[in-house]
């Protein structure tokens, strides 16, 4: 029972502390990115482990975070509703290769972030070439070029 | 409220402003959570901290117990015994501690280590050999919850009534 009401209980908490800190938190893309994503992964860990090493244990929890995350997308699935508050939405940030200030001001994107993403996606040299730039739900951006680049 | 497919152009988006902008609110709220929490955690709010360390002292001031307010289970707990003076009897001093105190936490160990324990229907008592006339003494107790919860006990010295302990203790 330990095992199944730790696994809920932490998977709630880590969804809920990631939506509060934004779309860009697990976006992996610099360095400390990753590095906040190993230190999170370790203590989650030592949290639900505690010292409970047994196979049985591990088992547990891994089916209770598995199980967990399929009843989500089932949940997700039914009620787009409840997708959107989960997952949060797609917001466009750049439009017709002016960046929306207000928006990235908000989303904590900058012009650096926009132009890298235009770079490793499409090889693109100015914000004039982006046609439209889209931050995405899982805190990529994805970039679209105007037509005839 | 549906989602407002916003066909900016072409581009085919579900897009909605009016549910982004209250996520971006519950971020900022969010974020002053945060910040209260790691200011009740820097205080000792949630053990380790100076709001939560604790003194309490018997009637007539022989006994004095030091203790933390706020712990965490499966983490060390020190609890730490004054005497001034001890009182030992026969050459022995005996410390004691409530039996649902003592059963609510486990005893990681003692230090000076008691020579044994004595288990009675109402108390635990740990028995240290006493060299020497009356003096100060001390005694850590270092323990560890396997739960979180409110716990409450006794811990005394000799035939005295002892003084009351508690702790937070959070999962």
């Known amino acids: 029972m330990d095992a199944v009401l730790s696994g809920l209980i932490v998977y709630a908490f880590l969804l809920i502390v990631f939506r509060i800190s934004g779309k860009r938190s697990l976006g992996q893309v610099t360095t400390f990115d990753f590095v906040l994503l190993l230190i999170v992964a370790e203590t989650t860990q030592q949290a ?33 509703r409840l997708d959107r508050l989960i997952e949060g939405l797609p917001l466009v940030i750049v439009e017709g290769g002016r960046p929306l200030r207000e928006r990235m001001v908000r989303a904590r994107v900058d012009d650096q972030d926009v132009l890298s993403a235009a770079r490793i996606a499409q090889g693109l040299e100015r914000m004039e070439q982006i046609k439209y730039a889209v931050l995405e739900r899982n805190g990529t951006i994805s970039i679209i070029a105007q037509d005839g680049e | ?150 716990v409450r006990g006794r811990i005394g010295a000799g035939d005295g009534d002892g003084v009351p302990v508690r702790h937070l203790l959070y999962p």
């Open chain 2, 1 to 150: 409220m549906s989602a407002s497919k916003r066909a900016a152009g072409r581009l085919e988006i579900a897009e909605d402003l009016a549910l982004q902008r209250r996520a971006w609110v519950f971020e900022r709220v969010g974020w002053i959570v945060f910040a209260v929490v790691l200011l009740a955690a820097v205080v000792g709010l949630f053990g380790g901290g100076v709001v939560g360390d604790a003194e309490v002292s018997a009637a007539d001031g022989a006994l004095a117990v030091e203790y933390p307010r706020f712990a965490r289970a499966h983490s060390p707990l020190s609890i730490r015994v004054r005497l001034e003076p001890a009182q030992p009897t026969d050459g022995e001093l005996r410390l004691w501690m409530s039996r649902e105190y003592a059963a609510r936490l486990d005893i990681d160990h003692v230090s000076p280590p008691p020579s044994r324990t004595e288990l009675g229907a109402e108390r635990i008592e740990f028995v240290f050999p006493w060299r020497g006339p009356p003096g100060p003494a001390a005694v850590t107790f270092v323990l560890e919850a396997d739960a979180g919860g409110s």
């Open chain 1, 48 to 80: 639900l482990l505690g010292d409970d090493y047994s196979i049985t244990n591990a088992f547990l929890l891994i089916v209770t975070l598995l199980a967990i995350d399929i009843g989500l997308s089932l949940i997700k699935h039914r009620s787009p």
